[in-house]
């Protein structure tokens, strides 16, 4: 249904709690160390785009399919940025954490923005509507093909807020298309 403000089902149940329709987390500045040791700081809400922050451990089972889509041709195509959060130096190997993270992906390990972002354990994903200011959704990681179906979700949401004209050109909008939701059916909006 065009213009649906529902987000889309989860497929199965999951263990960890989800705010995707109404997150209450606020964006907030991600703070940490590259997997060399370098500190690094990103800031989604002054980028003033999407931004999507993927946590993940290179450590856990259902994780490979997303560090293998978090690279170029995966979920990045539907945003400006994505960043891959994982946990500090003490619970992460940060080789590990190199020889997983995509090329041209920012990864950061930090621990505050596990907690900052209340994020229970992995995967889970943030998108941040930068323009707006606020996080769009969030949840726990199915698939990336469930990934890209909420960011679409979001910005949908998004773009009928800006108005009958459509989203506001300054907003960011990665390089695919909002289509109609796979799972939205007439009558479910």
Do not use: N, Q
């Not at 390990?109 to 707006?132: C, H, K, N, Q």
């Not at 199915?142 to 949401?157: F, G, M, Q």
């Amino acid at each position: 249904m065009s213009g649906s403000v529902t987000p889309p089902p989860l497929r199965r149940l999951v263990s960890v709690p989800t705010h995707r329709d109404h997150p209450s987390t606020r964006p907030a500045p991600v703070r940490g160390v590259d997997a060399r040791g370098a500190s690094v700081t990103f800031d989604p809400v002054s980028r003033a785009e999407w931004a999507l922050l993927l946590f993940l451990s290179t450590t856990c089972d259902g994780c490979a399919d997303v560090w293998a889509a978090a690279g170029r041709g995966g979920v990045g195509l539907e945003v400006d940025s994505v960043v891959v959060v994982t946990a500090g130096a003490t619970r992460e190997d940060a080789d590990e954490v190199r020889g997983r993270s995509p090329e041209g992906v920012l990864t950061i390990m930090s621990d505050e923005a596990w907690t900052t972002y209340r994020v229970a354990g992995p995967p889970f994903f943030v998108l941040i509507d930068g323009v707006g200011a606020e996080v769009a959704t969030e949840g726990v990681v199915v698939s990336p093909d469930d990934v890209i179906e909420h960011v679409r979700w979001a910005k949908r949401k998004a773009s009928t807020r800006s108005g009958p004209g459509g989203p506001d050109p300054s907003r960011g909008g990665g390089h695919g298309g909002a289509r109609e939701h796979p799972r939205f059916s007439p009558g479910s909006g």
